[in-house]
């Protein structure tokens, strides 16, 4: 059998380049019709429908139906923002909008239309332009390859052992999660739920996989670096939370607010790590999935938490 392409590496041939700026002229063609504020002809809005959904889905052709995860539509607006600002964010401005009567297409009527000077509260204005996803382009995207080396993951670009620790844990120690990566309890005051999350923040670290099976690792930043900034919002096959010491995987979870994976993405994805030769024993597996998946529509999304401490009291998750 061979390979599957891979679509998120760099474009190495003539044709992988004029594919890539073909796109790039398309996106910034829609996006210069969301700007404009003019009403679509049904055959032009209907093509840029084509053309976003082709991006949500772009991979999904080459496995299984059953085993491609689609960014979840709550976050589709997150994806099609030439900003990217972070979906939990737009989704409120967003059913604000559904509410008014305006005939401006939601991305006028929030920056340049009636909503360009809207406040709502507990999502400023603020806070909305300043919490944008990263969406990395096929050269940054390969600082992130990780494959398994002498039964470590390592970042393939560099050679260096994935650590996603605090640097005074070396190598080989016995790490104690309840002090890196406290669990929150619900008998936890807020002073102590607040500042458990603080720390968990700082080596919060995140992984997909892509359609030919590429694993990224990165670092998750609240509004700026999520499971949808490995591929730009594309089909992945697995997504979670990672826990490294130089290279030794310490714990591994399926939860991701962008994605939802299920509990067979997971299950392949830990089949995955072994074919690639990394031994799981000893290794902390959560099967907790955060939530089935849903379909849901922008404003209607009941956005789950990306931690990677298991379990999590709901009442102390931080939205997505």
């Not at 053309?51 to 995860?69: M, Q, T, V």
């Not at 960014?71 to 909008?97: P, Q, V």
């Not at 490294?244 to 939860?255: A, Y």
Request: charge should be neutral; include cysteine; glycine fraction near 8%.
């Amino acid at each position: 059998m061979s390979a599957r392409r891979n679509l998120y590496a760099p474009p190495t041939t003539t044709t992988q380049k004029w594919s890539q700026l073909i796109e790039h002229s398309r996106v910034k063609y829609v996006n210069k019709l969301d700007a404009s504020g003019q009403r679509l002809a049904s055959t032009l809005a209907w093509r840029r429908a084509q053309f976003l959904s082709s991006r949500i889905g772009r991979g999904s052709g080459d496995i299984p139906a059953e085993d491609a995860l689609l960014l979840l539509t709550g976050h589709w607006l997150e994806m099609t923002d030439e900003k990217h600002r972070y979906g939990s964010n737009l989704k409120i401005y967003h059913e604000h909008w559904m509410k008014e009567e305006t005939s401006e297409n939601f991305f006028y009527w929030l920056d340049y239309g009636k909503g360009r000077h809207v406040e709502l509260p507990g999502r400023s204005r603020e806070n909305l332009e300043a919490q944008r996803v990263t969406y990395l382009n096929p050269h940054e995207r390969e600082q992130h390859v990780v494959h398994v080396e002498n039964g470590l993951l390592v970042y393939k670009s560099s050679g260096e052992p994935v650590h996603t620790l605090p640097e005074s844990v070396e190598a080989g120690n016995e790490v104690d999660l309840s002090h890196v990566l406290p669990e929150i309890s619900e008998k936890d005051d807020e002073a102590t739920k607040a500042e458990k999350k603080k720390i968990c923040r700082k080596s919060k670290y995140i992984y997909v996989t892509d359609t030919a099976g590429t694993l990224y690792v990165g670092k998750k930043v609240k509004g700026h670096f999520h499971h949808s900034s490995f591929l730009g919002g594309g089909v992945v096959c697995s997504a979670g939370g990672i826990v490294v010491n130089r290279g030794e995987l310490i714990k591994i979870n399926p939860k991701s607010g962008h994605y939802r994976p299920q509990q067979h993405h997971f299950d392949q994805m830990l089949v995955k790590l072994e074919g690639m030769g990394l031994s799981l024993e000893g290794v902390k597996i959560s099967q907790s999935i955060i939530n089935p998946r849903v379909v849901t529509h922008p404003g209607e999304g009941n956005e789950q938490q990306d931690e990677i401490t298991s379990p999590v009291v709901p009442e102390a998750e931080e939205k997505l």
